[in-house]
Every structure is written in C-alpha cells, then in structure tokens.
C-alpha cells in the first residue's frame, strides 16, 4: 500500500521544552488518521512540521515515497491548520476564486466542492454571514479545490454546536470514501473513534500508542486477584501471555490483560501451581478510561 507520508525520529524543541518527542509514524493511502492528544501534547507542531511551517530540531519525513522534494508535495496537500481567513464581504464562490488565483488553480471545481461541503445554495451570500460551521466548511471546500491526495485538519469541530460537529464529521467520512487520505489532530477520543480508521496517541509531545484506532479500543480490562501466598501468585502470574502489568494493593494484585481470559481458566491455571485464590475479580475498563490512562502515564 502506498505511503503518503513517512516521519522518522521528528522533534521539536522551543528552549528548554521539548514540544515534539522524537516520533515516528507513517501514514497509508486511503486511511483516516487521527493525531489525539490533549491540549499542549504536541499535535499542531507536528502538523507545522510535516507542512513545512516549522522547523524540526532534528528528525525527518518524507512525502509520497520521495518521489516528489517537500516543496513540490505540498501542492497535493490540502491543509487548514488555522481559523479561515476569508473576506468578510466577499461570497464564498468570490473567496474560492480569489483562492484558485492565488494559487494558480483552475476554478472549475468550484462548484463541485460546494457541494461537498453543503453549501452551494448559499455560494452566493457574503461570508461575514456564515455560521462558524459554514466558516469552516467553506475552508475545507478551499482546500479540496486542487484534488489533494491527503486533507490535513487541525481541530475541525472545535467551538462547534452538535449539529455543526455532525456535518463535518459526516463531509470528513465522505471526503475519505472517495479516496483521500485524511490526517486529524483532535482532542477528543469520541471524535478520533468515530471518524478515524488509525490514531498516533501523543502526551506531552511523546507518542503513547500508534496503531488501529480498534486495537486502541481492545477491552480486555483487568483482574483483582488474592492468594495467602501473594509472593507466589506474584510469580505465577509473570509468566502468563495474558498478564500485563502487575500492581500490589493492600488487598492484593491487579493485573492488567493483554487478552481476554475467562476466570475459571485463570482458577484452574493457580490450582494446577498449588495456589488457591482467595479472590479473582474481572473488571471491564471503559474507553474513556482508558484513553485518560494512556495519556496520563508516563
Ligand atoms: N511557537 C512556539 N513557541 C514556544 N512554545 C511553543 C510554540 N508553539 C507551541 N509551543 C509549545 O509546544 C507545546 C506543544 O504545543 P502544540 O500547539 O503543538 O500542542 P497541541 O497538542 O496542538 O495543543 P493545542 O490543541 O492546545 O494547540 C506546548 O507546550 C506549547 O506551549
């Protein structure tokens, strides 16, 4: 599959504070990316660096395999990584003409990405009469007006109303169901799992978790569990695929699991080592919890 853009080692440092922590990750073809982390982990300094905006202290990235210089691939990127900056009197299809002029495009998209983004029958009103969804639509239809091959957003919902929220989200999945690679910095899990197919997790500019936004998702939870000789359950438990880490309570040990496991396997296991439990709880652990986890750890 091809790769739109590969980030090697990429870090940033203002002064003392490191805002981007030696990450690396690659984007794919035709997926949905979500950059997630809270304010200040580092997701629009990453976005400025791969668009050419930033300088990285050190580290690298390259677009499409290389076979174009940095410069020359930001013309097949579509990128909004500020608030839009149109004119306030001017209708959306004058912004959008003034935007194909100054970037040498062809107008005869125009209309085509209104459409897009839902707003072509108010292509002709002024937009300092728009409402901040529209504002914001209107930017996406500027960015699609070269045909990119990947849309880059920087927060797209926020200061939405739910209504708002809803449209984007729904333009971004049809956006990438024709093919466009999509890369987003969120700060919302719920967003991040509804429209993205893959997430780079960051906290304070370091990534936590690159993957599938379904295996971030993997519920397997963990287990309270107690024996009269704890030391020994201790090391029963090291050895097990299913056992994560290992916490010592007052009350016993909680076991974080890498795979499911059903507690009568778990019983049987310990008997067969000449443990006898004295307590074995399974706890489920919600999404919400554990994104708050992965970003909270160090
Ligand atoms: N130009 C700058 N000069 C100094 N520090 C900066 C600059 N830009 C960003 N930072 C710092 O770098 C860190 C990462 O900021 P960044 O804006 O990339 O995070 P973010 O995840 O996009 O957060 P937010 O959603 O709040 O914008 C923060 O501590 C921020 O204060």
Not at 23 to 29: E, H, L, P, V, Y
Not at 38 to 65: A, C, I, Q, R
Not at 155 to 163: A, H, I, R, S, V
Request: some cysteine.
């Amino acid at each position: 599959m091809e790769t739109i853009l590969e980030i090697n080692q990429l870090h940033k440092n203002y002064g003392a504070l490191t805002a981007v922590d030696r990450i690396s990750f690659q984007i794919k073809k035709g997926h949905v990316y979500g950059i997630l982390g809270p304010n200040g982990s580092g997701k629009s300094t990453t976005l400025g660096m791969v668009l050419n905006v930033v300088n990285p202290t050190s580290g690298d990235y390259t677009w499409f395999e290389g076979n174009t210089s940095n410069h020359d691939a930001l013309k097949r990127i579509g990128a909004i990584i500020e608030r839009p900056n149109f004119y306030p009197s001017m209708s959306a299809v004058q912004n959008l003409e003034l935007v194909c002029k100054i970037k040498n495009i062809d107008p005869s998209k125009i209309e085509e990405k209104l459409t897009v983004v839902d707003l072509l029958s108010r292509k002709h009103s002024p937009f300092k009469t728009y409402s901040l969804g529209m504002k914001q639509r209107l930017a996406i239809a500027s960015a699609l007006l070269n045909d990119p091959e990947i849309l880059i957003l920087d927060e797209p919902t926020n200061g939405l109303d739910p209504k708002g929220i809803r449209q984007i989200r729904d333009i971004i999945q049809q956006i990438a169901s024709n093919g466009t690679t999509i890369l987003l910095a969120s700060h919302l899990l719920d967003e991040v799992e509804k429209v993205c197919t893959d997430v780079v997790v960051l906290r304070n500019g370091k990534m936590l978790y690159s993957g599938p936004v379904g295996e971030m998702n993997r519920n397997h939870g963990s287990i309270f569990i107690d024996a009269a000789n704890r030391d020994a359950l201790h090391e029963f438990l090291k050895d097990k695929p299913y056992a994560g880490s290992i916490t010592k309570h007052d009350d016993g040990l909680e076991v974080k699991l890498y795979e499911d496991v059903d507690n009568a396997q778990i019983n049987k296991d310990a008997f067969e080592s000449g443990i006898i439990l004295s307590k074995l709880l399974h706890k489920k652990q919600s999404l919400e919890d554990q994104f708050i986890e992965l970003t909270n750890q160090n």
